[in-house]
């Protein structure tokens, strides 16, 4: 018998972040020694006193059913840390809790997007946008960067891709997977252009906002006229090392809060109880934890970047926050070892995961064929083990 399965599955791509996870655990699962550089995963431990908020949580019986939207103290949590830190002023009604910030996304997505609508997406962006306003009928429209401009789009750029159809504007600041960190000014060059075009909503992804190399992070948001325009998407994972707890939020002006709500409600619900509790003592309370990753962070990208440059061909962007380097591989392609040529960045990143069994995630997924991303959320005897197997491998190329 064969299913008849929606043709809504034709429209999207698996992510290929989680497909090389996967063969990288097939290969493990085979006892061979795989060092992942593929995954956006801190591997570090959630902070203690987050911990201890979700014990006590469990032993003070907080699991029962929550309100779709969170409960109140997590939401005022939310509005507290934002002003704290973003000095942007929200209210409870405007913060939507999920289970993870690419909830949070697909909410956001839904509520804007109808069949035919542009969305316009600077490359290279998370691999998940794109794949969200397809599954929303919407139309992606790219604006390519580049290594040689930090990948950042430009007001002209941006100007230039708007249409009369143009709904959403998508970005991450700092970026996954270029590392690319937009800078006050930059922000407000692009917010010249906005003006002129009321008619479209600003989707600003800050997930890796406390993963900063290069100063304080600046968010579109606190630009006063802008800000009602703007969905500010921001949760745990990465800054506190809470990937499995699954907490992400919106900050929206009020319809487009509701309008998530609605949604929200009919697919999942509001998150897990206990992880909503960690999530109050995250936000408002010791910040030691976080800034301490990010100093362990930025210890492995000078090492991975100084790693880098001993890799023949490469052209590296140095990331600005995040933590990954994305560098243009097309040197190698139309090389081969005598048994496998690469064509594209697939192949590289296949190539090293069956020669130097390391994991990589190909670029064509991020919207940069010609670039592969390496994650340094890893230990740094893992990364320098990788490089050294990744060198190797590609010095059997010719």
Partial sequence: M??????????FNEPETLKMAKLGRELRAKGIDVIDLSLGEPDFDTPQHIKDAAIKAIND?????????GFLDLRE??????KRDNNLDYKPENIITSTGAKQSLANAILALVDAGDEVIIPTPYWV??????KIAGGKVVEIRTSVEN???????QVEAAITGKTKVFMFSSPCNPSGAVYSKEELAALAEVFRKHPNITILSDEIYEYINFVGKHESIAQFADLKDRVVLINGLSKGFAMTGWRLG????NAEIAKACEKLQGQFTSGTCSITQKAAVAALTGDLRPSLEM????TRRREKTLELVKGIPGFKCFAPEGAFYVFPDVSYYYGKSDGNETINNAADFSMYLLNTAHVSSVMGDAFGEPNCVRFSFANSMPNIERAWARIKDALAKLK
């Fill in 2 to 11: 064969s299913t008849q399965l929606s043709s809504l599955l034709q429209r």
């Fill in 61 to 69: 019986n907080w699991s029962h059913y929550t309100p779709v939207a």
């Fill in 77 to 82: 949590a939310v509005c507290t840390k934002l």
């Fill in 128 to 133: 998940t946008y794109s794949e969200l306003v």
């Fill in 150 to 156: 930090s990948f950042k789009a430009t007001p002209a």
């Fill in 249 to 252: 939020y919106i900050a929206a």
């Fill in 294 to 297: 990010t100093e362990e962070f």
